[in-house]
């Protein structure tokens, strides 16, 4: 392992692939400090140019912006009352208030720390535990690989929807979506209509970008919204490098948020929003100075940034190994792997092991470059924060179409990028998620090519998805998370309910 | 919550019929003997749409409506539409007009909609961005964009 790792520095410290990290991490926090940009947008703001990358080198700089967008939220929650990315919405609840207190630097030097110690340890857990997953994962068979399909888009669907009926039904959309085009079973047109554009089926880019940039862009038109008001205060580059007692201090909330993070990010479909509170609740409870929490207690910000941070190597875990995205950004993600050839799954670890082992390398050297970020963003953010987003939605929208138009130097991508744009403008408006539509489509011919061969091989016994054990396991774990969801709406509901 | 029950329903009686629809047309695919034909995915997934649709409408029906849920009003609509409608007019006219003519205009149309006044400024962000875009895309990612062919 510490060869391939070794091979995996080599590739993360070439010139160009050094470069595309740091830029991509500087990216991140740019866009993550930026409320209402999150690291979907932000890779899908690079996927024209992921394509023309080797995969290392690509995937290096897609993870540095994921990091980068993790961490970059905190900046405007400390800063501006406003979490960047739901991940920081944590991090808050202690950072404005210490930020009022004249101490807006030390805030964002101890949400630095704990994002690089959450990252640090997250990885770690990355490279430990995804190969052995790996490794169990080369057991599947067909009706086992369409069962985990199926088990990916429901748990994504009932963990980023508040109505997880409407989460499914985003999901089987996606689905469906991906049946259009020719059938590569057989050779006939589905759903084309005879419109020669539409044989190839839905290209991922123009449908990623029209869900997740395009719609964010027609969803602001409505907004008008200006620049952020940043709280001016000087901030020095020494004020933010915490203090050892500091360290000392938040050193259980970094461990306890770390673990809590890294566990989180492995179960699919759930994510630093999730994490973040929870790991805030638990140092609170253990911790000392529990009476602080919520007037600027440097734990505060440590546990939910270390957390959030650390759902990072996580959500990458059933990524690689499974090919089930962890949460929206490993599902925007996925769809860039595919576009550049890169075909996630417990085969990646025998097909593309330097591809694997660079994102490996790569995710650790990331840390270290966010921790330049981080102290730095301290002093340069809060010209960041104010770029008007009367200017910024438009140059986005100019970088969509050019975005889409690139992937077959054809206008009809770029009208298909629009058209996902009105779907996903609508979805937004009336509580659909856009993340298992996007998954439908990337799992949509998996499924179908998985169940075409199981039906082959058990000679269309369709009980064969019941009769296998790993299938059988992922189809009660997909009942499972559905009826958790329909529980906990029920639960909602009637809270709701509730004379005040 | 923002209660959305009315359109719900609405829009669960359009999946059913969707999802009718996809089943009826899958319907009519060609037939295999062993393992799934062309059409038996997509009606299978119908079948699954038909059902969720089904539960959104009778589970927002069941809610009951209330008089007055998410107030309605088309100035935000038809804001977002006139946005909508002018890019898609930017994107068939770049077939023409190319990228780098009518993108600055572009720029400083969608600039200005989203409240911006600062004219220089406009100006300015709307030739230099369609510059740099132009020298990225064409220089280093060898992205022929669309060029001007009117005449």
């Not at chain 1, 130097?409 to 979805?427: Q, T």
Request: net charge positive.
């Amino acid at each position: 392992m510490f060869e391939h790792l070794l091979q995996g520095f080599g590739v993360v410290f070439q010139p160009l692939t050094f470069a595309l990290m740091i830029f991509g991490t500087g990216l991140g926090v740019i866009i993550g400090a930026l409320p209402g940009m999150t690291g979907s947008m932000g890779i899908i703001l690079l996927l024209p140019l992921v394509y023309r990358l080797p995969a290392d080198t690509a995937l290096v700089m897609l993870a540095g912006l994921f990091c980068g967008a993790m961490y970059g939220g905190s900046v405007s929650a400390i800063l501006l009352r406003t979490p960047g990315t739901p991940s920081a919405s944590a991090t808050l609840l202690d950072g404005y208030p210490l930020c009022q207190q004249g101490k807006a630097g030390k805030a964002i030097g101890i949400a630095t720390v704990a994002s690089f110690f959450g990252g640090l340890l997250s990885t770690a857990c990355l490279i430990l535990i995804a190969p052995q997953l790996a490794k169990i994962a080369l057991q599947f068979q067909a009706a086992d690989f369409f069962s985990l399909s199926i088990f990916g888009l429901t748990i994504m669907a009932s963990a980023s929807a508040k109505n997880i009926i409407k989460g499914l039904l985003s999901g089987w959309i996606g689905l469906l979506a991906s049946t259009v085009g020719i059938d590569v079973l057989v050779g006939s047109n589905r759903f084309t209509f005879g419109n020669i554009y539409l044989m190839g089926g839905f290209q991922l880019l123009p449908v990623l970008i029209g869900v997740f940039a395009v719609a964010q862009v027609f969803g602001e038109v409505q907004t008008k919204k200006t620049g952020n008001t940043v709280v001016e205060q000087k901030i020095r580059i020494r004020d933010v490098i915490p203090s050892l007692g500091d360290i000392r201090v938040i050193a259980m909330a970094l461990i306890v948020g770390s673990v809590i993070g890294v566990f989180i990010g492995i179960i699919p479909g759930t994510g630093g929003a999730i994490s973040c509170f929870l790991a805030y609740n638990v140092v609170q409870k253990w911790s000392k100075n529990k009476n602080q929490f919520g007037k600027g207690a440097i734990e505060g910000i440590a546990a939910p940034e270390a957390s959030n941070n650390a759902t990072t190597g996580g959500a990458m875990i059933p990524m690689l190994t499974l090919g089930v995205p962890g949460d929206a950004v490993t599902a925007v993600m996925l769809g860039a792997l595919t576009l550049i050839g890169v075909k996630p799954g417990p085969l990646l670890f025998v097909e593309m092991p330097h591809v694997v082992y660079a994102i490996f390398s790569g995710m650790i050297t990331i840390q270290f470059v966010m921790l330049g970020f981080g102290f730095l963003s301290a002093k340069f953010a809060p010209y960041v924060l104010k770029v008007p987003y009367q200017i910024l939605m438009p140059v986005i929208m100019v970088l969509c179409v050019v975005g889409s138009f690139t992937l077959g130097n054809s206008l009809f991508d770029v009208l298909v990028a629009v058209i996902f744009g009105v779907i996903g403008f609508f979805m937004r408006k009336y509580g659909y998620p856009g993340a298992p539509l996007v998954l439908g489509l990337i799992l949509g011919p998996m499924a179908e090519d998985n169940l075409n061969r199981a039906m082959l091989v058990s000679g269309n016994n369709w009980l064969v998805l019941l009769q296998r054990p790993i299938s059988a396991f992922f189809l009660i774990l997909s009942v499972v998370s559905i009826v958790f969801a329909l529980v906990a709406a029920y639960k909602i509901n009637k809270e709701e309910k509730k004379p005040a | 919550m923002k209660k959305t029950r009315r359109v719900d329903f609405g829009m669960g009686i359009g999946f059913m019929a969707l999802a009718v629809f996809v089943f009826m047309s899958a319907n009519q695919m060609l037939k295999v003997d062993k393992g799934i034909g062309p059409g038996d995915y997509p009606k299978v997934i119908a079948a699954g749409l038909f059902i969720l649709g089904a539960i959104l409408s009778i589970d927002s029906f069941l809610r009951g409506f209330p008089k007055i849920e998410v107030k309605f009003s088309w100035k935000p609509v038809a804001r977002t539409a006139v946005f909508i409608a002018v890019t898609i007019v930017y994107v068939q006219l770049m077939r023409l007009l190319g990228f780098i003519f009518l993108t600055p205009f572009y720029l400083f149309f969608a600039i200005y909609y989203f409240g911006y006044r600062k004219w220089r400024t406009m100006i300015l962000v709307g030739i230099l961005v369609t510059a740099g875009i132009h020298l990225v895309f064409r220089e280093i990612f060898l992205v022929m964009l669309p060029v001007f062919r009117l005449f």
